[in-house]
């Protein structure tokens, strides 16, 4: 390139000029470039940050989990597995129908309760529970438990999620808030 | 008069510079094909789901409180409302179709070859993202299907090793499926996938010009990166013909089919769902995912539970990256399908597996049916002339939910074999065994019956069999006096 421009028969002075101009270190369009791109760059990090701590409180939050009344002792006799419903201690106004959770809860004696989670623990699905030959069944892919949760049969990988209770003031209360999954059992699992 | 304003216009706007590098650009003649128009109808359901979507939003709400019942408002108040849900469930499964059409005609055609590598790669970039809508589409439709089918996606995510819990909580945007978790499909449904869509749109297009259209492959003419880019180019000077008008017909009268198809399908069966309300304690329901993911919802029935995490987790890296990558590593060489049988031989099983899982997935024989209990009858040949005990085996079958998995006379569950000639198969103790202790798919009985209602069972189990074969024998223990 050198050599066209110092043979080029327009005058070599003229583009001999123009290198030596780009060749210095600070031109004033550098300079402002540079500027310009660090400017924006604060200016990129000071949106970007608060944005991406918008979109990641959702999965950084620990799960808040808190003691819920699934109703007075008398409502599950003795021996007998009964279906619960909670109100999800963080629901939002708009959740409708879906902050109400269905929950298994099987007394097997005065003081001896299980409280078990509605999702098959192989994909979620709500299991059933059939008081005739003391099963759970889940309609998906046919996973089995005991009456205890204790895996009976089929692809679920574990028993069913138990949920942490604890019996106060004649009341029956779990330790609710989360969906359960093999990531992030219930407490009682743990 | 006209003509000058035609004229003025096109000196400040370059009308004619622009149609002559974008619609008219020149292609080569071969290529006026019915093998070539799958592109652009599937980009015609994509701007009629878009046309469709933004309509529907006028009245659609997207709130876990709202959303069920502002779909009903649509199907049966809103004047057309149905009408605008089917054809935009109509488009969504044309466009899948068409898009799979235009996918597996450009691999067989090898146009994914040297140098149209980025071409395929954003092509298999818009296939993924729009299975992501029709996956989130389905969410918007916030049934018991919707919100049984969220559950399963999280307990996908769970298994994810280490940030499975973190993956569940940004999937639901929180720690239930619950009003978040609505808002954060309905956004990338409709703000942050079509704009993805949009991006790589342009893209595609774009390096449909650059690039030029694949010329419709010869058998034996080969594609050498040395020579191939100048071949076409001569290929085009020499013989190409300007896209419009020489060669849209075709496009034009497919794109004409199409829509009539979609409007047929949207008028003949009307919109789809929603099915009950997201209620999650309204637990007698079996939710099952739209057609396009019957072969995934299978496959996960299938599947043997030591291999099910890893097929979940690692089987569609893998498969995405062997699609994704093959211009790099079969990027030149023989174009035509003709010459290349493994290619022909890939789209038919992939074909086949995905027909079958989706037909299996249709009638998910491997879910029981959870009413057969009380729904279905036992055959009155199998009840006649029988003894009171074996009486009381065929009542303890139906109470014990046994029909929820076998079947007796075609009625009942498929998850487990049926049960009308049991007895051929199993002898007397294997039947006691199998009752009590269960195995691989059944659970063990022991536990939940009497010795007695073991006995009635099973004696009942023994008559199932036809006059005309034999019970099962003990081969160790030869029939005496059995």
């Known amino acids: 390139m050198t050599d066209t421009n110092q043979t080029s028969d327009c005058g070599c002075k003229k583009s001999n000029t123009i290198k030596d101009a780009s060749a210095q270190p600070v031109s004033r369009r550098n300079l402002l470039l540079k500027l310009g791109a660090g400017l924006n760059a604060i200016a990129a990090a000071l949106i970007g940050v608060p944005l991406l701590g918008y979109v990641v409180s959702s999965f950084t939050k620990e799960s808040p989990n808190s003691?819920?009344?699934?109703?007075?002792?008398?409502?599950?006799?003795?021996?007998?597995?009964?279906?619960?419903?909670?109100?999800?201690?963080?629901?939002?106004?708009?959740?409708?129908?879906?902050?109400?959770?269905?929950?298994?809860?099987?007394?097997?004696?005065?003081?001896?309760?299980?409280?078990?989670?509605?999702?098959?623990?192989?994909?979620?699905?709500?299991?059933?529970?059939?008081?005739?030959?003391?099963?759970?069944?889940?309609?998906?892919?046919?996973?089995?438990?005991?009456?205890?949760?204790?895996?009976?049969?089929?692809?679920?990988?574990?028993?069913?999620?138990?949920?942490?209770?604890?019996?106060?003031?004649?009341?029956?209360?779990?330790?609710?808030?989360?969906?359960?999954?093999l990531a992030e059992p219930l407490r009682e699992d743990a | 008069m006209l003509r000058s304003i035609a004229l003025w216009l096109d000196e400040r706007l370059h009308i004619k510079k622009l149609f002559e590098s974008t619609a008219g650009h020149k292609v080569p003649p071969s290529t006026n094909s019915w093998f070539y128009v799958f592109g652009s109808g599937t980009l015609l359901c994509f701007v009629?789901?878009?046309?469709?979507?933004?309509?529907?939003?006028?009245?659609?709400?997207?709130?876990?409180?709202?959303?069920?019942?502002?779909?009903?408002?649509?199907?049966?108040?809103?004047?057309?409302?149905?009408?605008?849900?089917?054809?935009?469930?109509?488009?969504?499964?044309?466009?899948?179709?068409?898009?799979?059409?235009?996918?597996?005609?450009?691999?067989?055609f090898g146009a994914y070859k040297y140098p149209r590598e980025l071409t395929w790669v954003s092509g298999c970039l818009l296939f993924f993202c729009t299975l992501g809508m029709a996956f989130t589409g389905q969410i918007l439709r916030f049934d018991q299907d919707a919100y049984w089918g969220l559950g399963i996606g999280a307990s996908v995510m769970g298994r994810v090793p280490f940030i499975g819990a973190q993956l569940v909580h940004l999937m639901l945007a929180g720690s239930t499926i619950a009003g978040e978790t609505l808002s954060r499909?309905?956004?990338?449904?409709?703000?942050?996938?079509?704009?993805?869509?949009?991006?790589?749109?342009?893209?595609?297009?774009?390096?449909?010009?650059?690039?030029?259209?694949?010329?419709?492959?010869?058998?034996?003419?080969?594609?050498?990166?040395?020579?191939?880019?100048?071949?076409?180019?001569?290929?085009?000077?020499?013989?190409?013909?300007?896209?419009?008008?020489?060669?849209?017909?075709?496009?034009?009268?497919?794109?004409?089919?199409?829509?009539?198809?979609?409007?047929?399908?949207?008028?003949?069966?009307?919109?789809?769902?929603?099915?009950?309300?997201?209620?999650?304690?309204?637990?007698?329901?079996?939710?099952?995912?739209?057609?396009?993911?019957?072969?995934?919802?299978?496959?996960?029935?299938?599947?043997?539970?030591?291999?099910?995490?890893?097929?979940l987790l690692v089987a569609p890296v893998i498969g995405i990256a062997i699609l994704v990558l093959l211009p790099f590593y079969s990027g030149t060489g023989e174009k035509s399908y003709r010459r290349r049988p493994m290619a022909v031989i890939v789209v038919l099983l992939a074909f086949l597996t995905a027909g079958l899982l989706a037909y299996l997935g249709t009638y998910a024989p491997w879910s029981p049916h959870m009413e057969a209990w009380t729904d279905a009858s036992t055959p009155a040949a199998y009840v006649k002339g029988r003894t009171p005990l074996q009486l009381q085996g065929a009542i303890l079958i139906q109470n014990k939910q046994c029909r929820n998995c076998h079947s007796l006379g075609g009625d009942g569950g498929l998850r487990g074999p049926a049960l009308d000639t049991v007895a051929t198969r199993l002898t007397r103790d294997q039947?006691?065994?199998?009752?009590?202790?269960?195995?691989?798919?059944?659970?063990?009985?022991?536990?939940?019956?009497?010795?007695?209602?073991?006995?009635?069972?099973?004696?009942?189990?023994?008559?199932?069999?036809?006059?005309?074969?034999?019970?099962?024998?003990?081969?160790?223990?030869?029939?005496?006096?059995?």
């Open chain 1, 67 to 181: 003691w819920i009344s699934l109703g007075p002792l008398e409502h599950f006799p003795e021996g007998e597995t009964r279906l619960a419903v909670y109100r999800n201690p963080v629901s939002k106004p708009w959740d409708g129908d879906t902050a109400e959770v269905p929950c298994w809860v099987r007394r097997v004696d005065a003081g001896t309760f299980q409280v078990f989670a509605i999702n098959c623990t192989h994909l979620g699905c709500p299991v059933r529970w059939f008081q005739q030959s003391r099963l759970f069944m889940c309609p998906c892919h046919g996973g089995a438990f005991y009456e205890d949760g204790s895996h009976a049969s089929g692809p679920p990988p574990r028993g069913l999620f138990q949920y942490q209770h604890q019996i106060e003031s004649g009341e029956l209360k779990v330790l609710g808030g989360h969906l359960p999954t």
């Open chain 2, 431 to 482: 039947l006691i065994r199998q009752v009590i202790q269960g195995s691989g798919n059944m659970p063990a009985y022991g536990k939940n019956l009497r010795p007695a209602e073991v006995t009635a069972l099973v004696s009942f189990m023994q008559t199932l069999r036809p006059s005309y074969e034999p019970a099962a024998m003990d081969s160790t223990q030869p029939a005496i006096g059995r």
């Open chain 2, 48 to 108: 009629l789901q878009i046309l469709t979507g933004t309509l529907l939003a006028f009245v659609y709400v997207p709130s876990t409180s709202q959303a069920w019942t502002s779909l009903q408002y649509l199907n049966n108040e809103q004047f057309l409302g149905w009408f605008l849900r089917a054809v935009h469930n109509w488009g969504s499964i044309f466009m899948v179709g068409i898009m799979s059409a235009h996918l597996v005609q450009t691999f067989l």
């Open chain 2, 185 to 311: 499909f309905f956004t990338l449904h409709v703000f942050v996938v079509p704009g993805l869509i949009i991006a790589l749109l342009s893209l595609h297009l774009r390096l449909v010009l650059t690039k030029g259209i694949n010329e419709y492959p010869k058998p034996g003419s080969l594609v050498r990166k040395e020579s191939y880019v100048a071949e076409y180019e001569e290929l085009v000077e020499k013989t190409g013909v300007p896209f419009v008008p020489n060669v849209i017909g075709k496009d034009l009268i497919f794109s004409g089919f199409l829509i009539i198809a979609i409007v047929t399908c949207a008028l003949v069966f009307g919109p789809q769902g929603p099915s009950g309300p997201p209620d999650p304690t309204l637990i007698h329901t079996a939710p099952k995912p739209d057609f396009y993911f019957l072969p995934i919802y299978a496959i996960l029935a299938l599947l043997p539970a030591y291999m099910e995490t890893f097929l």
